[in-house]
């Protein structure tokens, strides 16, 4: 009879357990996750954060180029030591023998305008050039005009009186006025016919 009775009784026990509410579930659920070690996420948001930082700084950078290359093949850009050298084609700014800048000239001269105004108050030096044929004398009277109607053209639109103009005629050329056989290198003499402004300072546009 006691047997019969204990018999009964475990069955009882085991019934009540089964019986459970889910709330008490849930709540032993939650007991047992946050015993469970947690991974920190602060080294992955770091990580993270440093790579938007990075992107970002990339946009910038590509941002600044497009600007610098906003007129076309006529404005191109280097970087000499802490000099930043900019150069115009004359074909562009002038008529043939003239020193007068046409209408086509404000794209190129406008990029130039907004790059400079990104650099700091150090001297900023325009240099005029012409191909090889003419006169020696006449030709540096002609790019030194031409560098001088740039600059004018800058200190109209606010830019700081920082600037020295000089004009060197054919010298210092950037490609060959004729080819090999002695003919006439029309492409070359066009690259030569130029207007280079360099800032002499220690700052730089970013490449």
Known sequence: MRYIYAISMLSFALGMASCQSPDAKQAETKAT????????????????????????????????????????????????????????????LFDFDKALLKPEAEPALEALAAQLQKLGQEPVEITGYTDSKGDDAYNEKLSLRRANAVKDWLLAKGLPNNFRTQGLGEKDPVAE????????????????????????GSQSISK
């Open 177 to 200: 006025n004729t080819l090999a056989n002695g003919a006439d290198n029309p492409d070359g003499r066009a690259k030569n016919r130029r207007v280079e402004i360099k800032y002499l």
């Open 33 to 92: 996750a946050s015993t469970e070690p947690q991974e920190s996420p602060s080294a992955g948001t770091a990580l993270e954060t440093q790579s938007d930082t990075l992107y970002t700084q990339q946009s910038e950078v590509s941002t600044g180029n497009s600007n610098l290359t906003a007129g076309g093949s006529s404005l191109t850009a280097g970087q000499s030591g802490l000099n930043t050298e900019i150069s115009l084609a004359a074909d562009q």
